[in-house]
């Protein structure tokens, strides 16, 4: 009997024992859901307070962008990302699609003047590795040309292109086009990548004709200054009264710093010359070298009294090769055998005499160009100052006339010869000299001589054998002009000065020297003599001196006349 009561009390320990037991694992099971439900309920929480942070930051970020907009774009609010398409055009308008001018039209921002643009490149994948001075160079400022685009694209010129991607693009380039207000500008200090800028006559000129083309400027863009062949690039290094400004109906102050790089130019540069100092120099076959010198106002009197006369000379070594020589006054500043005013063309050394007789001198600056004709060439070149003699060039002291005295005309050489040694010269003129057969020559040369007389077949001239290579090769092989005609040498000179539509000229509305272009589209601006460049420049407005109406600068001179009777 207590054998069986103490086993029934071991099976009830044992029980509770194990009633205990399961009672404490559950607790343990029910704690440990709660902690992790505890986790759970506090890691939802902390996501749910970061997203709500991340909201409340992304809307304060919106609203400080709006606010900036609305700043920037003084009350107008316009952003768009289009792929950007390059065409051909000049300056800094952009092409935009349909549907940016109904976006800024509601807006009312055609109401607020000139429409400025800040454009920022979008990097994409494959390429964001850009250094940083690329991706400084990523955003810039433009206007606007038209509303022609396709639709989620917009066109850039070249120099828009040039400034966003300076050495390379991706193959579809998003970039952000934000409406911006921007400043008139006041100063602007300009640096060119070479030396030589400074050489173009009145280039303060040529650079605001270039301007002319452009709505805005951007410090660190590079802008392009095209003057006739010649190409220069200038670097927007600090503009007043901020980074980005207009440059929209606005005076500017403008200062060049020099070129400090220390690149080479790939344009010819102007070395200076002094009066009586030679400068020696080598060339090659086909390349040119260029020198400058001025006639400055006492030395114009002195030719115009003709007391000296300017001498232009080279020496030139003539063993392994030759030289031409070219001359032309500003502006036209680097002469070719295409465009010149005064050449020489002798084998070796060349002298150019320029004295009052010449209509083309005068008081200005001049440049020569020394060019290799065949070989490699050294050469000395100088301009010196020559008195003039008061013999005149030609006169003998005590010639007198074949008349004053009894003189017999030679059968042979046609000279007057005093009758009484006509025979005894007869004689001797006709064993000894023959005269040049070719119509027009008639110049007597020894019968030695006469073996190396030769005539031009082309144009009849007179030379030596030596000398007909270089002349054929010079006046009568055919030249290229850029514009695409083909002629010689002495019809390629005037058709540069004055019928080819790439000649330089000088604009009688802007002053700037400039392409002609072809004629006058407008018949009436044909028959007023105006070039392409004329008619577009002439179109401008100005005000009127004596009634203050905006005119057009080609119809001032009518305008004078036909209103106040000024002749």
């Not at 440990?32 to 992304?58: C, F, G, N, P, T």
């Not at 001498?311 to 090769?321: F, L, M, Q, S």
């Not at 009127?544 to 004078?560: A, F, N, P, T, Y």
Request: charged residues 25%.
């Amino acid at each position: 009997m207590d054998f069986e009561l103490r086993r029934a009390r071991e099976k009830l320990e044992k029980e509770q024992k194990e009633r205990k037991e399961r009672a404490r694992v559950k607790l343990d099971r029910d704690r440990k859901a709660k902690e992790e439900a505890r986790k759970q309920r506090e890691a939802i929480e902390a996501v749910h307070r970061s997203r709500r942070l991340d909201a409340i930051e992304a809307q304060l970020k919106v609203d400080e962008q709006m606010q900036e907009n609305l700043l920037v774009g003084r009350g107008i609010v316009f952003s768009r990302i289009l792929e950007a398409v390059s065409f051909q055009g000049s300056g800094d308008k952009i092409k935009l699609p349909p549907s940016c001018f109904t976006g800024l039209s509601d807006q009312g921002a055609f109401d607020k003047g000139p429409l400025y643009f800040e454009l920022s490149v979008v990097h994409q994948e494959g390429f964001s590795e850009m250094n940083d001075t690329d991706s400084k160079q990523s955003t810039t400022h433009s206007g606007v040309l038209e509303f022609t685009a396709e639709e989620g694209s917009v066109g850039l010129p070249p120099h828009v292109w040039s400034n966003l991607f300076p050495i390379d693009s991706p193959k579809a380039p998003l970039i952000e086009v934000r409406y911006v207000w921007l400043p008139k500008g006041t100063y602007a200090k300009l640096q060119p990548d070479v030396v030589g800028f400074s050489d173009l006559p009145n280039h303060k000129a040529v650079l605001e004709t270039s301007l002319r083309q452009h709505a805005t400027l951007s410090q660190g863009d590079v802008i392009t200054v095209n003057h006739g062949i010649l190409t220069y690039k200038l670097q927007v290094l600090e503009l007043r009264p901020s980074s980005s400004v207009s440059v929209l109906e606005t005076d500017i102050e403008v200062d060049v710093v020099g070129q400090d790089s220390g690149l080479a130019s790939s344009q010819p540069v102007l070395k200076p010359l002094i009066f009586g100092k030679a400068e020696s120099g080598m060339v090659e076959e086909g390349n040119y070298n260029y020198f400058k010198f001025s006639i400055d106002n006492d030395i114009w009197d002195r030719i115009a009294a003709e007391d000296i006369r300017i001498e232009v000379k080279i020496e030139a070594e003539t063993d392994n090769g030759d030289t031409d020589l070219y001359m032309s006054k500003h502006p036209l500043m680097f002469p070719t055998r295409h465009q010149h005013e005064w050449s020489s063309h002798d084998i070796g050394s060349k002298v150019l005499i320029l004295g009052s007789k010449d209509k083309n001198l005068g008081m200005g600056a001049y440049s020569i160009g020394v060019r290799g004709f065949k070989g490699t060439t050294k050469y000395n070149v100088a301009v010196s100052i020559q008195e003039n003699s008061n013999q005149k060039v030609g006169q003998q002291a005590g010639s007198s006339s074949p008349m004053d005295i009894d003189t017999v005309e030679c059968r042979n050489c046609k000279h007057f010869i005093p009758s009484r040694s006509i025979a005894l010269h007869e004689a001797f003129c006709s064993r000894h000299n023959i005269v040049c057969s070719h119509p027009g020559c008639g110049i007597v040369l020894r019968i030695e001589e006469s073996k190396n007389h030769l005539h031009c077949d082309k144009c009849g001239q007179a030379f030596q054998q030596g000398e007909m290579e270089k002349h054929m090769k010079v006046f009568h092989e055919p030249l290229q002009c850029p514009c695409g005609v083909v002629l010689e040498k002495e019809q390629m000179v005037q058709h540069q000065a004055s019928i080819c539509p790439l000649r330089l000229i000088t604009c009688r509305f802007c002053g700037d020297m400039v392409q002609a272009g072809t004629s006058a589209m407008d018949v009436r601006d044909r028959l007023r003599g105006l070039t392409e460049h004329e008619s577009q420049c002439g179109s401008r407005t100005a005000p009127c001196d004596s009634c203050g109406r905006s005119v057009m600068l080609k119809e001032m001179d009518i305008h004078q006349i036909a209103v106040h009777q000024k002749s």
